[in-house]
């Protein structure tokens, strides 16, 4: 079975901070993602990578940036975190080739105050 | 942009009884998929139909897709209180490469 991880599942920061979420597969897909998802407005992509080092902008990259440095690991990074950046940060990875079922981490819900 | 709508935002049925979601789209697809997501957890892949395909059946999950209406549905037959979740389709671009555009869901709750 497809194992997603997220390295926390709550988290608190203050604002301004600087927030690293990690994700972590074990099944070698190329594919990785992070959404966040708010209430009413479902499942937002921010970024996904479909292989090390590459990364694409999603539909709201704003104030987020990436990392890929090992195929299993994605990294979700909030330069300076903004209450309006509370949320459920949700990670998911797929296999190549084409659009495939994604399988998601259990999320980490954040909280910026 | 939001590719997919569901419809209808919330469903509260009896043990037992049918569930229908309904999915609206707005583009061209390669496939449509339904997860299911409880609460405060991530989302789980159910099924997965082809632009090609238009019915597809998993146990108690039965999912049709009419391309010329840019619609889909998804039935759950014989529901259990174990059921209750919210429901959410995703849509694959015929050159979107790997990515998904997720709609904003149905909640479903079965009532025991």
């Known amino acids: 079975d497809v194992k997603v991880t997220q390295s926390s599942r709550y988290l608190v920061k203050r604002t301004g901070e600087k927030v690293f979420l990690e994700c972590v597969q074990d099944m070698d897909h190329e594919n990785m993602f992070w959404y966040r998802q708010d209430p009413g407005l479902g499942l937002r992509l921010i970024y996904f990578s479909y292989d090390v080092k590459m990364k694409e902008k999603g539909d709201i990259p704003e104030g987020y940036s990436v990392s890929r440095e090992k195929k299993e690991r994605f990294s979700l990074i909030l330069e300076s975190a903004s209450t309006n950046q509370t949320s459920m940060y949700l990670c998911?990875?797929?296999?190549?080739?084409?659009?495939?079922?994604?399988?998601f981490g259990p999320g980490t819900r954040l909280t910026v105050t | 942009s939001q590719q997919g709508e569901e419809d209808p935002q919330a469903l509260s049925i009896q043990e037992g009884e049918n569930a229908t979601m309904n999915c609206s789209y707005k583009?061209?697809?390669?496939?449509l998929q339904w997860y299911r997501q409880n609460s405060g957890r991530g989302l789980v892949h159910l099924i997965l139909?082809?632009?090609?395909?238009r019915e597809k059946h998993s146990g108690r999950l039965r999912v049709t897709l009419d391309t010329s209406k840019k619609s889909s549905s998804l039935l759950i037959t014989a529901s259990r209180a174990a059921d209750t979740a919210s429901y959410f389709c995703a849509t694959g671009l015929p050159y979107g490469g790997s990515r998904l555009t997720f709609g904003e869901g149905t909640q479903l709750t079965v009532n025991p």
């Open positions: 583009t061209s697809i390669n496939n």
């Open positions: 998911a990875s797929s296999p190549d080739p084409g659009t495939r079922e994604q399988y």
């Open positions: 139909i082809r632009s090609n395909e």
